[in-house]
Nanobody, 115 residues
Framework: QVQVVESGGGLVQPGGSLRLSCAAS????????MGWYRQAPGKQRELVAS???????NYADSVKGRFTISRDNAENTVFLRMNSLKPEDTAVYYC?????????WGQGTQVTVSS
């Protein structure tokens, strides 16, 4: 059974930072593309950042320069470092593990940016 488990969410003040982690099962983690999505109340789920199996990254325009996605293949983990957080970053953040046409989702972790 594939497992994708996020952690690291919480409450942070505007301008603050958080680091999300995602542990994904799989015998060869390095072959998977990994991603972070988010969904705010009343809004559609959107891609925040992704990292391919060869390390190529992609970011939503709204987070470029503030968020950084990285991966540790030895630990089967992907990270999302979020700096200069804004209230509009408030959402449930989901991690994904993808290979070809198959994507697995985590249960999500809440990030709230508020003073």
């Amino acid at each position: 059974q594939v497992q994708v488990v996020e952690s690291g969410g919480g409450l942070v003040q505007p301008g603050g930072s958080l680091r999300l982690s995602c542990a994904a099962s799989g015998s060869i983690f390095s072959i998977y593309s990994m991603g972070w999505y988010r969904q705010a109340p009343g809004k559609q789920r959107e891609l925040v950042a992704s990292i391919s199996n060869n390390g190529r990254t992609n970011y939503a325009d709204s987070v470029k320069g503030r968020f950084t996605i990285s991966r540790d293949n030895a630990e089967n983990t992907v990270f999302l470092r979020m700096n200069s957080l804004k209230p509009e970053d408030t959402a449930v953040y989901y991690c994904t593990r993808s290979q070809a046409t198959t994507t697995y989702w985590g249960q999500g972790t809440q990030v709230t940016v508020s003073s």
